[in-house]
């Protein structure tokens, strides 16, 4: 369960400190009580995310992240100099833009950017966000972890993937699992990439999704 696997309150990004808490259980899933939901903690799949763009020296300029909720991963892309979009359903930007405030002065003094913007997938993609593009990496972490949320998730990849998608996925239902696989290789080149050798959970893979070269 979620509570397993990478918990670490902080971690060390570009030699700065990126704060975060525990795990959220993942028992109740999209079906938390009133005021919690997905975003009412740090999902194991966005430290994964987070401390790979680290090992893996990363450091894109144009970055959108998908589903931020806490916004780990965004942070940590920020972190690493990239001028970065977190995204996530409007009732959860207010916490996203507490925790880039939290880390505000250690993302200018890395030469990164952070800006929270709010986008349902069910919907069609904001024109702001739209018009930052092309992004050079797209980030999201745990985003498909019920059913429903597949084909607004496709769309929305459709809409705004540039070169490349990192997506950290937490392997939960098999049927669901395949879908997602099938459905990403048939839009990218897909390859598992590297994670933190201290920050990889059996349970999570780290897709890296290229577009394929127009012929």
């Known amino acids: 369960n979620e509570s397993q696997g990478p918990q670490e309150r902080t971690l060390q990004i570009n030699g700065r400190p990126l704060l975060t808490t525990s795990a959220m259980p993942s028992t109740e899933c999209g079906t938390c009580g009133a005021g919690q939901g997905p975003a009412a903690g740090v999902w194991?799949?966005?430290?994964?995310?987070?401390?790979?763009?680290?090992w893996n020296q990363t450091t894109p300029k144009n970055v959108l992240e998908l589903g931020s909720g806490l916004g780990v991963a965004g942070l940590a892309a920020a972190l690493r100099g990239g001028d970065v979009v977190l995204?996530?359903?409007?009732?959860?930007?207010?916490?996203?833009l507490q925790r880039c405030a939290t880390h505000r002065s250690l993302i200018d003094q890395a030469g990164g950017s952070a800006t929270v913007m709010a986008f349902d997938w069910r919907k069609k993609a904001p024109?702001?966000?739209?018009?930052?593009?092309?992004?050079?990496?797209?980030?999201?972490?745990?985003?498909?972890y019920r059913a429903d949320l597949l084909?607004?998730?496709?769309r929305a990849l459709d809409a705004v993937v540039g070169a490349e998608l990192l997506l950290a996925h937490?392997?939960?239902?098999?049927?669901?699992?395949?879908?997602?696989?099938?459905?990403?290789?048939?839009?990218?080149d897909v390859a598992e990439a590297e994670c933190h050798p201290l920050y990889a959970?059996?349970?999570?893979v780290l897709w890296r999704c290229t577009r394929r070269r127009q012929q």
């Open 44 to 54: 194991e799949a966005s430290v994964v995310l987070a401390m790979a763009l680290e």
């Open 87 to 96: 995204t996530d359903l409007s009732e959860v930007v207010p916490r996203t």
């Open 127 to 144: 024109p702001d966000i739209l018009d930052m593009r092309p992004y050079d990496l797209v980030l999201s972490a745990d985003a498909i």
């Open 151 to 154: 084909e607004p998730f496709l």
């Open 170 to 188: 937490k392997r939960r239902h098999r049927e669901l699992d395949d879908r997602l696989e099938e459905a990403l290789q048939k839009r990218f």
């Open 201 to 204: 959970s059996p349970s999570i």
